[in-house]
């Protein structure tokens, strides 16, 4: 974790009171000035597709609201003047910009693929994923990620913003992978089909696609689909991380993936939902030994599921796994006994309508593999999913290590 707190004390105790001055200017215009703000290293609307979206502004008819674009403005130049400051040279930062235009290929365009984390919002980013926003041509993002209010607040005023989105639970409105792929090698396309003329930016001349992700683009992320059609194109791309909702997730809901004391030491980590939209015991089929898993033959001591928010999904996946107990009675590694728990909304916060403040939305439900879905369901019977949402099987769900 990097602390811009931190980094602006060094730079006081070397005479830069220029970062100084940045780093307060940077606080107050992100509206979060506190005294705990730090820049975390790790890295989620309604779909709308691309013809009805592009270059749409936030602000209503009338235009964008004077104050707020410059204040945007001013935030992305307190962006680019602390990135200057920390890589004077420009070899770190600047690279991105520049590594198209140096590459053997005829385009003129890199994209930049980019992991939020599970808790986007601009001040738990790195200052790299920031300056990247700052210098953006075009945006693609997901659902599960920055907010088109959040990236308008640090994109150019006549940066394309485009929500290529797709949720399981929303398959009309959900965008195809194979969309999203020409989507992405069409806008990196483009430029190099521009006059050259209409690639003068300044100071770069290289157009910049950032394609951002919720969680790490590695991990359940299809990227390589993405990656596949770029490389077959010969399109320069980058590779930013995040921090993975399967990590995340259950920590930000106070459950420790391993823990000695109770000789919890390994975990695994799987999809809920496969490819082709099934999931774990309700869509098992005996033909397909991939599809009957054996949970007590695995020697791991947590399990961790994504992309299980459904709760006729999660109540058949409880079943599956307590049912492959050994033992006649069902006394083996897992059973209907075995603590368990969903974290829904990990980290999430929420606008409140009248005021400008976030409330927090995470919720999270400790039960048994026996009573989780019945126990979620307390509130509301007719309640049909918790998505988006992280479950995890063992002994460190019991626990919660951020309860004050």
């Known amino acids: 974790m990097t602390s811009i707190r931190l980094f602006a004390m060094a730079c006081v105790l070397l005479c830069s009171n220029e970062v100084v001055v940045s780093l307060m200017r940077f606080e107050r215009l992100m509206g979060k000035c506190s005294s705990s703000i730090t820049f975390q290293c790790h890295p989620r609307k309604k779909t709308i597709k691309a013809s009805k979206f592009m270059s749409r502004p936030i602000h209503n008819d009338d235009g964008p609201d004077p104050e707020e674009a410059n204040t945007n403005i001013s935030l992305r130049q307190s962006i680019q003047q ?41 001040l738990n980013l790195p200052l790299s994923t920031l300056f990247l926003l ?31 989105g797709k949720r399981g639970d929303q398959k009309s409105s959900s965008w195809k992978q194979g969309d999203i792929d020409q989507l992405l090698l069409q806008k990196a396309i483009e430029s190099a089909l521009l006059p050259s ?88 089929d005996s033909d397909d030994p991939s599809r009957s898993k054996f949970w007590q033959s695995m020697d791991i001591d947590v399990l961790v599921f994504l992309m299980i928010g459904r709760l006729d999904k999660l109540e058949a996946l409880c079943q599956s ?63 049909t999913s918790v998505s988006p949402a992280v479950f995890v099987v063992g002994a460190t769900a019991t626990l919660d290590l951020l309860s004050q």
């Not at 920390?86 to 003129?108: R, V």
């Not at 997901?142 to 005023?157: C, K, N, Y």
């Not at 059973?335 to 909304?345: H, L, M, S």
Request: hydrophobic share 30%; glycine share 8%; proline share 6%.
């Open 321 to 383: 796994i307590a049912h492959n107990s050994n033992g006649a009675n069902g006394s083996g590694r897992w059973n209907k006994d075995t603590p368990c728990a969903v974290i829904q909304n990990a980290g999430g916060t929420s606008e409140t309508p009248d005021e400008p403040t976030t409330i927090p939305v995470q919720r999270v439900w400790r039960s048994t593999l026996g009573n989780i879905v019945a126990d979620i369901r307390k509130e509301d019977m007719n309640l």
């Open 134 to 164: 700052s210098q953006a041509d075009v945006v693609l993002y997901d659902s599960l990620g920055l907010t088109q209010h959040d990236i308008r607040r640090i994109v150019p005023d006549n940066c394309e913003v485009i929500c290529v």
């Open 82 to 122: 602390l990135a200057s400051i920390i890589d004077p040279t420009g070899t770190s930062l600047n690279n991105y910009l520049s590594e198209a235009s140096s590459s053997s290929t005829s385009h003129h365009s890199i994209v930049h693929i980019i992991g939020t984390g599970v808790t986007p919002t601009l």
């Open 197 to 284: 003329d209409d690639r003068q930016r300044t100071p770069k001349r290289t157009t910049s696609i950032v394609r951002l992700k919720g969680g790490d683009p590695f991990l359940f992320g299809r990227t390589r689909s993405e990656i596949d059609a770029l490389r077959a194109n010969n399109v320069p791309y980058t590779y930013t991380p995040g921090i993975s909702s399967c990590i995340a997730g259950p920590h930000l809901g106070g459950i420790p993936l391993t823990d000695t004391s109770l000789d919890c030491q390994s975990f695994c980590v799987w999809s809920g939902t496969d490819a082709l939209g099934r999931s774990w015991g309700l869509d098992d």
